[in-house]
């Protein structure tokens, strides 16, 4: 999984690189404020791709523990997104996302180490407050593909992934705050 996130980063770049040269466009910085409150530290950029579409990247990490818990998480998630004002970053967009991730989760006395992958679909809103601020509100569901090893500490690490499968899972939550770079 790490080979494949290596491989992806500098697709992505590429990408965004390329049209960003092209042409003159918005770019906007943004964070989650729903991955705050959970303890993710996250941010991201919206790039426009045309009239009509976008490419948005975001990233969190989460290093959360509490008590006998951990939470320890990195993802990305790139997702490509279709506006239907005519203008990007302004009102309703539905978008198909990717989700790369690592994890190593203790829950009681079970642990979670794996990988994940997920494709989905996304609906959002964004509110423009003035010519520099909005608020976007997104969700998005879809099938997630995950591969763990699965232990207590009295068992200890399999040598091999233990536990895996595909899932529905809600991909996306976020209430962002949105900063638009002219």
């Known amino acids: 999984m790490i080979r494949f996130i290596k491989c992806l980063l500098p ?10 040269e092209a ?10 404020g729903l991955g705050w409150v959970t303890g993710c530290a996250n941010a991201g950029a919206e790039f426009r791709l045309s ?15 509490v008590g006998n818990y951990r939470f320890h998480t990195v993802a990305l998630q ?6 239907f004002d005519g203008r990007p970053q302004t009102r309703h967009f539905v978008g198909v996302m990717a989700s ?9 006395d ?3 180490r794996g990988d994940a992958f997920g494709l989905g679909v996304t609906y959002g809103y964004s509110l423009v407050l003035n010519n520099r601020w909005s608020v976007e509100g997104t969700v ?18 399999p040598d091999g992934f233990n536990h895996k499968g595909f899932t529905l899972f809600p991909l996306k939550a976020a209430i962002s705050l949105v900063y638009i770079l002219k």
Do not use: C
């Open 23 to 32: 042409q003159a466009q918005r770019v906007m910085l943004k964070t989650n």
């Open 11 to 20: 697709l992505l770049l590429f990408m965004v690189l390329s049209q960003t």
């Open 140 to 157: 998005g569901a879809g099938l997630l593909r995950y591969r763990e090893y699965k232990y207590t500490d009295a068992e200890g690490q």
């Open 100 to 108: 790369v991730g690592i994890y190593d989760w203790r829950l009681s």
């Open 78 to 83: 790139p997702e490509v997104r279709y506006w």
């Open 51 to 65: 009239r009509f579409t976008t490419l948005n990247i975001e990233g969190l990490i989460n290093p959360m523990r």
């Open 110 to 112: 079970i642990n979670h």
